[in-house]
T-cell receptor
Framework: DAGVTQSPTHLIKTRGQQVTLRCSPK?????VSWYQQALGQGPQFIFQ???????QRGNFPDRFSGHQFPNYSSELNVNALLLGDSALYLC?????????????FGQGTRLTVV | DAKTTQPPSMDCAEGRAANLPCNHS???????VYWYRQIHSQGPQYIIH???NNETNEMASLIITEDRKSSTLILPHATLRDTAVYYC?????????????FGQGTTLQVKP
């Protein structure tokens, strides 16, 4: 049973460019959440997707957008990259139908903006 | 979601029990206590969660005080592989099944 998989594992982009990160949830999960983790900090919630719609959003600008596909996989898009967007981006999946369930995380994508 | 307070760092001798405290004095009646850990350069790993009763699984035990204002994660026999950042999180379910609010966590260093 595959867990949460993210691609790519590492990425280097130039300031001003756009980037797309991908996430496949754990089998049986239908909810995907994205987090940004700066060096030395805890992960910060970006947004959550459920039934192909953004259900919740954290305090991130509109440059951060996402999408969820019918197979529950998800993409995180960041436009007009800033140096401060350099971070580990984590995807977490869970089952939206349960009232008390844990989220499982992928290994993350390390984004470096130069 | 309620705020949690954890010590920034702790040491533990290999083979001994590691007891990681967490204060969550503003926790609401419908908020669960969750523990995750993050080993260097990996994604966070779920450990255990509970509402008001003590919980135990193959990884750890969770002791929640009767007033629910604090809890302790216990790793009964710490190994070097348990060296990680441990996060205590409180959250409401079912409306926020994926959203987790992480603090700074406790860096646990297990020493030989």
């Amino acid at each position: 049973d595959a867990g949460v998989t993210q691609s790519p594992t590492h990425l280097i982009k130039t300031r001003g460019q756009q980037v797309t990160l991908r996430c496949s949830p754990k089998s049986g999960h239908d909810t995907v959440s994205w987090y940004q983790q700066a060096l030395g900090q805890g992960p910060q919630f970006i947004f959550q997707y459920y039934e192909e719609e953004e259900r919740q959003r954290g305090n991130f600008p509109d440059r951060f957008s996402g999408h969820q596909f019918p197979n529950y996989s998800s993409e995180l898009n960041v436009n007009a990259l800033l140096l401060g967007d350099s971070a580990l981006y984590l995807c977490a999946s869970s089952w939206g139908g349960a009232s008390n369930t844990e989220a499982f995380f992928g290994q993350g994508t390390r984004l470096t903006v130069v | 979601d309620a705020k949690t307070t954890q010590p920034p760092s702790m040491d533990c001798a290999e083979g001994r029990a590691a007891n990681l405290p967490c204060n969550h004095s503003t926790i609401s009646g419908n908020e669960y206590v969750y523990w995750y850990r993050q080993i260097h350069s990996q994604g966070p790993q779920y450990i255990i969660h509970g509402l008001k009763n003590n919980e135990t699984n193959e990884m750890a035990s969770l002791i929640i005080t009767e007033d629910r204002k604090s809890s302790t994660l216990i790793l009964p026999h710490a190994t070097l592989r348990d060296t990680a950042v441990y996060y205590c999180i409180v959250r409401v379910t079912p409306s926020n099944t994926g959203k987790l609010i992480f603090g700074q966590g406790t860096t646990l260093q297990v020493k030989p």
